[in-house]
């Protein structure tokens, strides 16, 4: 045992800024937010032990609890494959071999750093406003635009457009398999006659399933997720019309604004499993579309 | 089956020239090697012809047609690549059918080339396993497999066996010259290797600096080397180069080792030349000229051995031949050259012929 530690002292070494993080300011709230869900809790008198009746309300009275999945679920399921439609596309494009690739992939990438923060959120609403530059553009075609964001049919579809915008990192990584694929793949396909749709989806894509999996998991959590921008955009509220209701809005109104902690915990639970279903459902699948070059026999 | 004819071949990157002026014949049905050093424009020639690379100048044709412009795939070729180049996610059989599903052609025909293929290349057991699946030699029988599947007129190589360890590499030389013999195709082979340049080869095309050097039989290249380059590059162990200085007004070669002399052939300028001799054709005793040298090193190879001995001016002259190592190293010897051993090159490094030859 002391060899063991003695050996690998180094490795805990550098894990102990980890370590100490989480112990102690991740894994108390999290174990103490799995109790909360049992109780009801206002943050100022203790919490008070309703058993189940959290989770009986949400799933058989609380209306707004399953409209905000379906935006949530609306959401994820447009953003995330549509993102990585438009990351593949643009790593292809930079795949070419163009001249400043670096420029570009720091261009390209930019978004994504911007995507997360409030400025760009507040832009966002500036942007597909009634007096918007979008609709200014649309003007130009003699177009009448609407208010996007404040019209409950399209305001999540402004969501998903900002999600598209931020490609960047799926980008990235996309880049980095096509790179790995062997060129003379693509010349020995050449030669057989192969025609450029062939290739990509008899080549390009089974070589980059591996990728295109590790970036689907990451991006499903990641949209799940997804809060500051929903949060700004929709005033901190889910309006127009609880149509920007995400999830994560919808619980923190729970904890922040109605002061209803007890509740909001049991949300955050049924989050985490919902991701944690979704995730394995996409692992499951995975035996049938990916494939692993140094898979073991 | 196809001829090839190149004329006026140029390859340029921007400012950088890898193959300027090119003009070559490649015969119908033959065995034709482009060899040459790393960076010679071998492979980049190659790959002119099966479609790969632009061509920047000059014209290529395939059985009379221009193809400058014509697609990869509409050559009729087909190539196997240093790498293999094997689809990883595809098991052999679909590796072998891919480009001629490509054709769509009938899942009939489809089946029959691929088990004919398979028989000949004895992968038979192999067709349901993935690359990864397979050793390096196999997976070169695959890919020659993928190259035969589509029956093109013409096939090219690039580099195919330098992947293989040494044993492997002899097998599948041997195998490729009875795919060869079988086939009687137009076959274009690039390698660095001269080994298998001078096996495999009906003819061998030397490259040096995107330029021929020589285009001739391995017999040609071998017993009458074009220039000091082609001479030093064909042949192992390599042949001995002798520097010499000329005296043109008496017609005679001094050499610091071997005393004056006239040979054959005599360069008709400069004032050095150089003097080669393979070194199976070095005599220990008296030869039409001699020298005293001392043996530096003995390797023994079992049926023959080289024998490394160093003459008097520092030059190094190899022995090559079978009961050569009963010699010991420090131990004077007596070494001799006849003068129809000798190939006499000028100070460009060019061959000069005896004024009878070169009248023939």
Not at chain 1, 152 to 179: D, K
Not at chain 1, 255 to 272: E, N
Not at chain 2, 260 to 288: M, N, Q, W
């Amino acid at each position: 045992m002391r060899r063991f530690f003695r050996r690998n002292a180094a490795g805990y070494l550098f894990l102990t800024p980890w370590l100490v993080g989480f112990f102690l300011l991740a894994l108390g709230p999290i174990l103490a937010s799995l109790y909360l869900g049992f109780t009801r809790y206002d943050m100022v008198s203790d919490p008070r032990w309703v058993g189940l009746d959290n989770y009986r309300y949400m799933f058989e009275r609380d209306r707004r609890f399953w409209k905000a999945l379906e935006v949530t679920f609306t959401y994820v399921a447009l953003a995330v494959p549509l993102r990585l439609a438009m990351a593949l596309a643009v790593a292809m494009l930079l795949d070419k071999g163009l001249r400043s690739i670096g420029m570009y992939r720091a261009i390209f990438y930019l978004p994504s750093i911007l995507g997360a923060s409030i400025a760009i959120a507040i832009l966002w609403r500036a942007m597909f406003g009634i007096d918007g530059v979008v609709n200014q553009f649309l003007a130009l075609f003699g177009i009448q635009g609407i208010g996007w964001i404040t019209t409950p049919s399209t305001s999540i579809y402004t969501m998903v457009v900002l999600a598209m915008w931020q490609f960047g990192s799926p980008m990235l990584i996309f880049l980095a398999g096509l790179r790995s694929i062997p060129r003379d793949l693509y010349e020995a396909a050449e030669i057989d006659g192969t025609s450029r749709p062939r290739q990509f989806f008899r080549i390009t894509l089974p070589l980059l399933a591996p990728v295109v999996f590790f970036n689907l998991v990451l991006q499903i959590i990641e949209a799940f997720k997804t809060f500051s921008s929903a949060f700004i955009i929709s005033n901190g509220t889910g309006a127009p019309a609880d149509s920007l209701l995400f999830y994560t809005v919808y619980l923190f109104n729970e904890a922040f604004r109605f002061f209803r902690m007890g509740y909001a915990s049991a949300l955050a639970w049924v989050l985490l499993v919902i991701i944690a279903v979704i995730t394995a459902i996409a692992f499951a699948t995975s035996k049938y579309w990916v494939h692993y070059e140094n898979e073991r026999d | 089956m196809a001829g090839l004819s190149i004329r006026n071949l140029a390859k340029r990157y921007g400012a950088v020239s890898v193959i300027e002026g090119l003009d070559l014949d490649i015969h119908d049905g033959e065995f034709l090697v482009l060899v040459g050093p790393s960076g010679c424009g071998k492979s980049t020639l190659l790959r002119m012809i099966a479609g790969l690379e632009e061509i920047s100048d000059g014209t290529l044709s395939i059985d009379g047609q221009i193809v400058n412009d014509v697609p990869a795939a509409r050559r009729d070729l087909s190539m196997v690549f240093q790498s293999y180049a094997l689809y990883p996610h595809m098991t052999v059989r679909k590796n072998l059918a891919f480009g001629l599903q490509n054709l769509k052609m009938p899942r009939a025909e489809v089946q029959r080339r691929v088990d004919d293929a398979a028989r000949a290349l004895q992968i038979e057991p192999l067709l349901d396993r993935k690359p990864r699946q397979l050793s390096g030699g196999q997976k070169q029988r695959v890919a020659i497999g993928r190259a035969i599947v589509r029956e093109p007129k013409l096939f090219l190589f690039d580099e195919p066996l330098s992947n293989l360890d040494a044993e492997l590499r002899v097998q599948m030389r041997v195998e490729l010259a009875a795919l060869y013999n079988r086939l009687k195709a137009t076959m274009i082979y690039v390698t660095h290797d001269q080994v298998e340049a001078m096996t495999l080869a009906s003819r061998i095309v030397v490259l040096r600096g995107g330029k021929i050097e020589q285009v001739g039989t391995p017999h040609e290249l071998y017993t009458r080397p074009a220039n000091l380059f082609v001479a030093g590059f064909i042949g192992s162990p390599k042949i001995n180069m002798l520097p010499v200085n000329l005296d043109l007004a008496a017609g005679r070669i001094h050499s610091a080792d071997f005393g004056a002399f006239r040979t054959i052939a005599l360069p008709d300028k400069g004032s050095t030349a150089t003097i080669c001799v393979r070194p199976e054709a070095v005599k220990l005793g008296a030869g039409d000229v001699s020298a005293q040298g001392k043996v530096r090193l003995v390797e023994y190879l079992g049926s023959e051995s080289l024998v490394y001995v160093d003459l008097p001016s520092g030059e190094t002259l190899l022995f090559h031949g079978a009961g050569l190592d009963s010699h010991k190293p420090g131990e004077d010897v007596t070494v001799g050259l006849n003068f129809a051993d000798m190939h006499v090159f000028d100070c460009d490094g060019q061959r000069v012929d005896a004024a009878l030859e070169q009248a023939a």
